[in-house]
């Protein structure tokens, strides 16, 4: 096994990173990001409209130079060694494809068409589309929102697709299939021709698409012909048939293995999302809530599925089988915007430096945009730092978490962020705590849930960029929901856990859970609750959801 080497691929909202893991003990030999130039551009998006997409060369480009950038790291003896790749990728991040599987994107008829591009997660041009899905599910005795929370998102699969059909004729007479980010990266390395051959996974189809076991597949036709002729026999054009991520798909093509210098022998893993994947790299336990947080959240629950039989968990983003770990059920929940959250506020006070300091007369443009970067690098910091000491009471400025809408408990892409108790002397550190805090809050309103219906959050495990970068708001965290949290030790626990599944798919460990024995890196920091602070926090937690249902009957 000491000679046996997998890659995981990690797809995040504004770049890819891959890592070369030794399969043996986890370690990292080589790892390489790529930042999507076109999406860095601003192209294809609009977010006065909530429209963002990315174009699938971004992705592609992005594969090709992260992978082959990993393989120059560790050389020749290493490269020939490689056994696995698997992917994990943001989602609900569909793109509408042609009969071979293409995206129309990468067709010249639709090379600039943002509607035949990757509608990424956070797009939520679909939320009129999600409310006639939720409206139209009351019509039938079968409740088929029941293993997704009961409420259908704006960020999932069949809102995005009748947005787009619903928008572009010309995509609409194109397209053949709608098909995951997570699905296609699987199906563009293994060389897939056909995209009804197609292998998609149950992580992406149970939770975002309505697909499950209990309905052989997906609803019938009827539900989705009925809610707009346009998806008539659409299902059709889909699969009933999904796989775990310790499956392959198939082995690395010739072209592929031609253009990054690997063996086509090297087995292709089963996709999933990020956060999933993130788990297990997080080396997720049972009743643990696994939170990545990042720009977004996704908090990550296991359970034996005999433990949870007949529990169906009411607002939160689906309950799968098989869908984090093989065998168990898995539970996902979120929140839309966290660091997001953190970056609205910094841009909005780095806008003068941004606008009004490059036309300075008393410094030179290189000095202008050298100080910009200092700036903006170190705002997030000086403000933690100041906010920090801040003496908390009740009467300090409170925020809602709701700049990207709400993900989870009860998902609602309409509601907007707000900020409540503002004085002459509210400053800027001020501010960022309310923010700060209204991220915390939203992540115990999700733990709430799970507990007030027979689900209980045993443990809380963070990973992700903010886990990792701000000890000011994981304490924070910890002191809000009255609970340790204990940080991963790894800074890419999401290619972690890619890799882990590639190592399963390729047969060097019998079960996934295996895989996160020998390649877990553990944990490097645990935050624990300040009794004092927490009690404080419990009565502003009953601030924040009384400001929540004011702003939500508003809307």
Known sequence: MSNQYVIGVDFGTDSVRSIIVNAANGNELAAAVFYYPRWKDGLFCDAATNQFRQHPLDYIEGLESTIKTCLQQVGSEVAANIKAISVDTTGSTPVAVDETGTPLALLPAFEHNPHAMF???????????????????????????????????????????????????????AIYSWVEHCD???????????????????CSAGHKALWSAEYDGFPPDEFFSSLDPLLKGFTNKLFKKTYTADQSVGNLSADWALRLGLSSTVVIGVGAFDAHMGAVGGQIEAYHLSKVMGTSTCDMLVAPMNEVEGKLIKGICGQVPGSVIPGMMGMEAGQSAFGDAYAWFKNILTWPLQKILPKSTLINANTAANLIEEVTDQIIFELSEQAALIELDDQ????????NGRRTPDANQLLKGAISGLSLGTDAPKIFRAIAESTCFGAKAIVDRFNEQGVPVKGLIGIGGVAKKSPFIMQMMADVMGMPIRIHKSEQTCALGAAMFAATAAGIYEKVEDAMIAMGQGFDATYFPNPARVEIYKKRFERYKQFGLFIEEGV
């Open 119 to 173: 509608v990424l997660w956070k797009d939520h041009t679909a939320t009129g589309e999600a409310a006639e899905i939720n409206a139209h599910a009351q019509k039938f005795e079968t409740n088929y929102l029941q293993f997704v929370g009961g409420i259908y998102s704006s960020e999932w699969y069949w809102a995005k697709l009748l947005r787009i059909l619903r928008s572009d004729n010309h995509v609409s007479q």
């Open 184 to 202: 296609w990266i699987p199906f563009l390395l293994s060389g897939g021709t056909d995209a009804k051959l197609l292998k998609r996974g149950v």
């Open 396 to 403: 300090c400025e409170l925020a809602l978490d709701w700049f």
